[in-house]
């Protein structure tokens, strides 16, 4: 299936949760909305800075228009220092933008239809502190292709990749039967297609007989004979 995440842009607090699992999202809508003290203090900050630079430059251009009582050389300095400060405003107003474009993007829109696949959203983010960087939530498009990811166990790997070589390498695919944890009662099926190349510690007890190695494989499902259909299910196979 088609996920879609989404990431902390910056450091900050999570301040608003509008939407829960299972819910249908459309392109753009608010998911979440996220806050900075850091940028909002940035923020404040520039905009000090830019209201003493306008009226020095206020000051100065008044002085400069006096002009008979200034000598050139004071009108040098003057001229050289509204110079400086022009330079400086243009900077601080750059600044000012990328501030503006940070704090726009703490705003969390959906960038794709979808259904929310993160589960206890509100207990787990609304008002916690977020990195840049962490995974948010999880979207997924409900319509595209299902698949299953497998856990194979070292051990059994390469009686799997044989006979996966063995059906036209995987386009038959192999047979599967699964459970999902939600209904253990009601057989699955489905068709292994890829299997990974290299092998991975699982989480499972170091004392199996695979010793915590697996090998993950991909089958395809038909989605419409699931009991439930929810991205992240847990299956036994």
Do not use: C
Not at 207 to 216: L, M, R
Request: proline content about 4%; aromatic content about 2%; overall charge negative.
């Amino acid at each position: 299936v088609q996920k879609i995440p989404y990431y902390a842009p910056h450091d900050g607090v999570v301040r608003e949760v509008h939407i829960a699992e299972g819910d249908s999202v459309q392109q753009g809508q608010v998911l979440l909305q996220l806050v900075s003290h850091k940028l909002s203090t940035q923020l404040d900050a520039l905009n000090g800075e830019l209201r003493l630079n306008k009226d020095r430059r206020t000051q100065l251009i008044d002085l400069l228009n006096r002009g008979t009582e200034l000598r050139q050389i004071e009108r040098d300095q003057l001229e050289g220092e509204l110079q400086l400060l022009q330079i400086q405003q243009q900077t601080k107003q750059q600044e000012l933008q990328v501030i503006h474009k940070q704090l726009q993007e703490m705003r969390i829109e959906a960038i794709g239809n979808g259904v929310v696949s993160t589960w206890d959203l509100s207990n787990r983010l609304l008002n916690r502190p977020v990195i840049a960087g962490d995974l948010l939530v999880t979207t997924y498009v409900p319509e595209g292709s299902w698949k299953l990811q497998l856990s194979i166990p070292d051990y059994r790997a390469g009686i799997v990749a044989s006979r996966l070589a063995e059906l036209d390498n995987g386009k038959q695919g192999v047979p599967v039967r699964f459970s999902l944890s939600s209904h253990p009662d009601q057989l699955q099926e489905a068709a292994l297609i890829h299997l990974g190349s290299r092998t991975i510690r699982s989480r499972s007890d170091a004392s199996s007989p695979d010793n915590g190695s697996v090998v993950i494989g991909e089958a395809m499902l038909d989605v419409e004979k699931l009991p439930l259909a929810k991205d992240g299910a847990i299956a036994r196979a």
